[in-house]
């Protein structure tokens, strides 16, 4: 079944398919399982705070405290083409998710993300 709008469940479950993907993608897998850690409960406690990011920025949930770039400094250097990467495996889970109105709402949120973050991490 694939949520019509965005919601906390839709959002929980896309945080599953999508770092399940993540995990065992050959680009930023070694990335995520060495900043988050190759556990699984490593992995839950990352869901569950990034869960609350999108909840934050769609949801107007007020739970995500803190400044999302900066782990993104920590990870520094890898290759900018890496955004491309993760949005296309994001574009890809949030279709499975969402139906199409949605999904493209959410993407958009995080294409405009992503283009903030270069913009910090890459002066682009």
Partial sequence: MKYNEINNEGIE????????????NEQLGPIFNGA??????????HKEK???FWKTMLLNERLY???PVQPHINL????IKLFDVWLDLFKECLNQVF???AAEHFYEIACNIARNFKAVLFQQ
Wanted: charged share 35%.
């Fill in 13 to 24: 479950k896309l945080m599953d398919i999508f770092y399940a993907r993540i995990r065992t």
């Fill in 36 to 45: 988050v850690g190759i556990d699984d409960a490593s992995w839950e406690r």
């Fill in 50 to 52: 990034i869960a609350k």
């Fill in 65 to 67: 405290m803190g400044n």
């Fill in 76 to 79: 520094l250097p890898f290759d």
């Fill in 99 to 101: 139906e199409e109105d």
